[in-house]
């Protein structure tokens, strides 16, 4: 049995520079980081507070000052070389130089078909694996402590130049059944799988799931939509959503006993030299897949344009992103730009300028603002890349006021940044719609929790 | 040195730890009226549309265009057409011009003067969407207003309509109607009768100024036929009367989706609606507008302007899209009904819009409460089936 789900409302932003479809290893990479900011309200206890200790893949890093039961392990064995800290001293990085040879902590195998839920539970929070773990609402860390009402999994992405899960999961498919025949026994729902309509990879076979059969355009590969058009979230529920190789992660812990964080990193973009698959690990320095980069000139973004982080050139991919994005930096003026059908060469949803006539073309985009932030004037262009049943331009209005039951009236609990990349994305004001909704999200901790 | 670095030179001085820095958004405002900035994303998505607020507002203003343009050449036409036999093009674009620029240099000089002065005392930039309301503003007034009571409109607007409430994107009422309405209080001789619609119908003799609602509101006879409405060349405020200009407008926002087709085809409707519903009244119930066809109701007057370039105003019309086809419904058989019912004053689209604006928000409330219903009821059966 599946659910189908069609997307209407959305946008299917189309670039240059896709990946080709081809796996590679990487050659020795300088350094791997584990970096505290990837995980929204965790301020971690360290267990090492200078450099120089020797960890195994798998051994503790740090734990969350609010739960210890959530804890942060190291993708790679090798010696922990430095800690970076930004404003306040707050952790940014921990980095870690690997050993030529990884060597793994032995957590011990689990029979997935035996194991009951608590030990399950237990094993893959030890291991760290639990932070590959997400719940909504606010889009945190899952809770040990918690069954979820239900658990999804997105097998498939429409966001610009993303990783396609199917091709990155080919050659890992005992442990992604593994991975989901565990976290069925977690929640009292169901595991659903997301997939997109008519494709035919092994992902239609697995079992203890329901399929999510996807259709329409991007963000319909978003796990948040996903869950709005299958069984929103209320209030007061819990639902956990884990990322595609994560499953895979958590499957290879139960099968071999060991914490390892394999990654698939797609390299694309219009200003990538080399674009295909790494096989890598969780949080390995980009150097060691695109080599030096002029970040004068190139932007680096580790995950997709619309939702990712800006890295330096000796930045690290984070913590839950399988896509490196190389788009140019947009440091340019434009002469009377603001004139309606001029430089139709940019990509554009609005009518104002013929590009959305080009439905088929690809570009090349560059990160130009292409304006300055003003005040919301226009309404219904939201609307229009909004596919969850939420009114964005109110929503956004009640988080900028702080006003807690306004928020929870229009839906926050079912919102995450990311399902606001597109408001981002369209708005002619230039409001940072994503920015506002984490703000919203932080109120609704600090004074809901 | 390139036109750019020119331009960076001059603006040195205003940017931060400059000795003008204070004025920083007016030097950046004439800045960014030159060049699109070369400002990069900062935080969330890392790509942007290529639209921003000033091509928005830019493209309402090239949708205006076409009928200020016939508003020139019609306000020079109809009074040279009741002294003289013969018309040639360009002596009435010559006379319309005469008056007319003046008037939109007044509004732009007043409008953007203040809004300047705002910005800069509040530190941020410059809001484009006075660009619109400025070249509306002398669009909807008649060609004879002083041009000081266009500056006193203009102030009034700005300051009361618009700046007391935050500024662009949280005014409540239309910024141009709320000039026009200031000027129709303060001023009603200026603003309505038999002597302003056509140039120096109060001086020279012989000249009439009558528009057809007002000559029908006297129930007097109208000499002008349908085709004459949709070509527009009849009296009335500058650039509302001729349909077939403001049908091009409305192509070009409803073509680059900057107006709203749901608020425009509704109030269309409305209109329509509340026009047949007079007809079928018995005839002279209030005054000739009662009997006045409906198709004619919906061409003459400011009908079609204010419905394709005012009630389409994005913030201070409805926001939500139900909230839109009731709002545009309800601007167009007001628009009607104040017409034909209100014996003080011929035309009502101005009053039936400012009064939808004022209900807008509650509109929207209802609408947004609707959704807000569908949660808690959702939150309830979940609760109801787990209990």
């Given at each position: 049995m599946a659910t189908d789900i069609k997307v209407k409302?959305?946008?299917?932003?189309k670039l240059v520079g896709e990946a080709d479809k081809k796996k590679v290893p990487t050659s020795s990479p300088r350094a791997f980081a584990v970096k505290p900011p990837n995980f929204h309200a965790v301020i971690p206890q360290l267990l090492?507070?200078?450099?120089g200790a020797h960890l195994k893949a798998g051994e503790e890093l740090f734990f969350s000052k609010y739960n210890e039961k959530v804890r942060f392990t190291t993708p790679v064995s090798g010696t922990i070389q430095e800690i970076v800290r930004g404003e306040r001293r707050r952790v940014m990085e921990i980095v870690i130089a690997p050993d030529a040879e990884i060597e793994f902590k032995d957590f011990g195998k689990l029979a997935v078909d035996s194991a009951d839920a608590e030990a399950l539970k237990a094993r893959i929070f030890e291991s760290g694996c639990g932070t590959f773990i997400r719940q909504r609402p606010y889009n945190v860390v899952a809770n040990p402590e918690d069954v979820p009402r239900d658990i999804y999994i997105s097998g498939c992405s429409t966001a610009p130049l993303a990783a396609d899960p199917e091709f990155i999961l080919e050659d890992q498919q005992e442990e992604f059944q593994a991975g989901v025949s565990a976290l069925a026994k977690l929640t009292t729902g169901k595991v659903y799988l997301g997939l997109r309509k008519g494709s035919s990879s092994f992902l239609r076979s697995v079992r203890d799931v329901h399929l999510v059969e996807v259709e329409g355009k991007?963000?319909?590969?978003?796990v948040g939509v996903q869950i709005a058009k299958t069984k929103p979230i209320n209030k007061g529920e819990r639902v956990w959503t884990v990322g595609p190789e994560d499953v895979a992660i958590i499957g290879r812990l139960l099968l071999t006993g060991r914490f390892d964080a394999r990654r698939t990193v797609a390299v694309v973009g219009s200003d990538a030299q080399t674009r295909q698959y790494f096989k890598t690990r969780v949080g390995v320095s980009v150097d060691a897949l695109v080599?030096?980069?002029?970040t004068s000139k190139t932007r680096l973004i580790s995950g997709d344009v619309l939702t990712g982080e800006k890295l330096a050139a000796n930045g690290y991919m984070g913590w839950f992103d399988n896509t490196l994005s190389l788009i140019p930096e947009g440091n340019q003026y434009r002469m009377f730009g603001w004139l309606p059908f001029r430089h139709n060469g940019i990509p554009s949803k609005s009518h104002t300028s013929f590009s959305w006539l080009f439905s088929g073309k690809k570009y090349k985009v560059n990160t130009s603002l292409n304006g300055e932030e003003r005040a919301m004037v226009m309404t219904g262009e939201m609307e229009e890349v909004m596919p969850l049943d939420i009114y964005p331009m109110q929503l956004l209005k009640a988080c900028l006021a702080g006003d807690i039951e306004k928020m929870e009236q229009l839906g926050i609990y079912e919102v995450v940044p990311e399902d606001f990349a597109l408001v981002d994305f369209v708005n002619s004001s230039k409001v940072e719609a994503q920015d506002i909704i984490q703000m919203g999200l932080n109120i609704m901790i600090t004074e809901v929790g | 040195m390139s036109f750019r670095e020119k331009i960076d030179k001059l603006k040195k001085p205003f940017e931060k730890g400059g000795k003008y820095e204070k004025y920083r958004p007016a030097a950046q405002a004439f800045d960014t009226f030159l060049f699109v900035p070369n400002e990069t994303t900062k935080t969330g998505a890392h790509v942007r549309d290529a639209v921003d607020l000033k091509r928005v507002m830019m493209t309402v203003d090239l949708a205006l265009i076409p009928a200020l343009l016939f508003g020139i050449w019609n306000a020079g036409y109809q009074y040279l057409s009741q002294i003289q036999t013969e018309v040639g093009l360009w002596e009435a674009v010559g006379l319309g011009l005469t008056k007319v620029i003046p008037m939109i240099l007044v509004s732009y000089i007043v409008g953007l003067g203040i809004e300047f002065i705002f910005a800069v005392k509040r530190g941020h930039d410059v809001n484009e969407g006075y660009l619109v309301t400025g070249l509306l503003i002398p669009m909807i007034f008649p060609i004879d207003t002083p041009l000081w009571m266009i500056a006193v409109s203009v102030a009034f607007a700005v300051l009361l309509g618009k700046e007391a409430f935050g500024g662009t994107g949280m005014n409540l009422l239309n910024p141009a109607l709320t000039a026009r309405a200031f000027a129709f209080f303060a001023y009603p001789t200026y603003m309505s009768g038999g002597e302003v619609w056509v140039m120096n119908a109060g001086k020279v003799d012989g000249v009439s100024g009558e528009t057809i609602l007002g000559k029908l509101a006297l129930n007097d006879d109208i000499a002008y036929s349908t085709s004459d409405m949709l070509m527009g060349m009849i009296p009335g405020s500058v650039a509302e009367t001729s349909v077939y200009m403001i049908l091009i407008g409305a192509a070009i926002l409803l073509f680059t989706k900057v107006g709203s087709w749901r608020i425009m085809l509704s109030a269309l409707i409305g209109g329509i609606v509340m026009g047949l519903i007079f007809n079928v009244l018995p005839a002279n119930l209030t005054n000739g507008l009662t009997s006045f066809p409906w198709y004619q109701h919906i061409l003459v007057g400011g009908f079609m302007f204010g419905v394709v370039f005012m009630a389409t105003d994005p913030v201070t019309a409805a926001q939500t899209i139900k909230g839109k086809w009731i709002y545009g419904f309800l601007i167009g058989i007001f628009s009607i009904m104040i017409r034909v019912v209100n014996p003080a004053y011929p035309e009502g689209v101005m009053m039936a819009i400012l009064l939808m604006n004022v209900f807008a928000p509650t509109i929207d409330y209802y609408v947004v409460q609707a959704n807000i219903k569908r949660r808690e009821k959702r939150l309830e059966t979940t609760t109801l089936k787990s209990a």
């Open positions: 409302r959305g946008y299917d932003l090492y507070k200078k450099p991007h963000p319909a590969g978003n080599g030096k980069v002029d | -």
